[in-house]
């Protein structure tokens, strides 16, 4: 499993919270639903929700303990009365009829059975209770891939990785969704694979991405090593994908936005 730092993540995930918000924007709320957030992180964008129902209720998930405590510690119950977090993990939703809505954003690629995760969602969802997710799609970061495996076939580093790469990354299409939400008997509303960019400031900005959210890969370094390993990855990207007249970073995403109903 993926080790976070709940600190890093909230400090260098600002994209991921920008693209969070254009996504809650789509779920209209009214102001008394209830919500379950997949994969709240930091609570950031679970406390967005709150703000938004005010006369509802959000209830935060996520399988990483660091995260929980973190934003447990940061919007406590006695302050935020009408959110709770629990520790769970995706594919193992348990709630009944529980919720109006099941939002996502920016983590679904982390997990590999999709299927799990939308049995579990249908089983808490109330009768034509929404989904809506967003997470990285088929042909992801590319330009990232790329400065990836041209470091890591360095000699210097190409030893740390000689069993490959190991990612804990699921990269998923339209395709997918169509039939896993056909076959869980899902309304479908909409499916669909955009490019979106994504941009980090100066080599600061760009190694704060790295630090969180390239665990899969960086974690593979030795500690002593590491900071090294990602200072040569900033400079394979000033190699093949060199910052704009800005000073800003590019990688090109892709996301998968997925809208459907229970029946």
């Known amino acids: 499993m993926v080790k976070w730092n709940a600190e890093t993540y909230k400090d260098s995930s600002h994209e991921q919270f920008k693209w969070g918000i254009e996504l809650l924007d789509k779920l209209k709320l009214k102001g008394n639903e209830s919500v379950l957030d997949i994969g709240c992180g930091d609570g950031r964008l679970t406390m967005e929700i709150a703000k938004r129902v005010p006369d509802g209720h959000v209830v935060g998930i996520d399988n990483s303990e660091e995260m929980i405590n973190f934003a447990t510690r940061n919007f406590p119950k006695d302050k935020y009365p009408n959110v709770d977090w629990q520790l769970m ?41 929404t989904i809506l997710f ?88 030795p500690e002593d090593l590491r900071n090294q390993f990602i200072e040569d990855l900033i400079d394979g990207f000033d190699e093949k994908s060199p910052r704009d007249e800005f000073g800003n970073y590019h990688i090109d995403m892709m996301r998968l936005e997925v809208e459907a109903e229970k029946a």
Not at 102 to 129: F, I, Q
Not at 178 to 198: I, M, S
Request: aromatic content about 12%.
């Open 134 to 221: 967003q997470m990285a799609g088929k042909g992801n970061a590319l330009n990232a891939a790329g400065v990836l495996v041209d470091v890591i076939s360095k000699e210097k580093w190409s030893k740390y990785f000689i069993y490959g790469v190991s990612s804990s990354l699921n990269y998923y299409g339209p395709d997918d969704y169509h039939a896993w939400l056909k076959e869980l008997g899902l309304v479908e509303k909409r499916v669909e694979l955009f490019p979106k960019d994504a941009s980090f400031h100066g080599r600061e900005g760009m190694r704060g991405n790295i630090k969180s959210v390239w665990m899969t890969f960086t974690d593979m370094i």
């Open 89 to 129: 993990d995706a594919t193992e939703i348990h709630f009944d009829n529980k919720f109006d809505a099941a939002y996502s954003n920016a983590v679904l690629h982390w997990v590999k059975e999709h299927v799990a995760v939308l049995k579990g969602v249908k089983k808490s969802l109330k009768s034509g209770g």
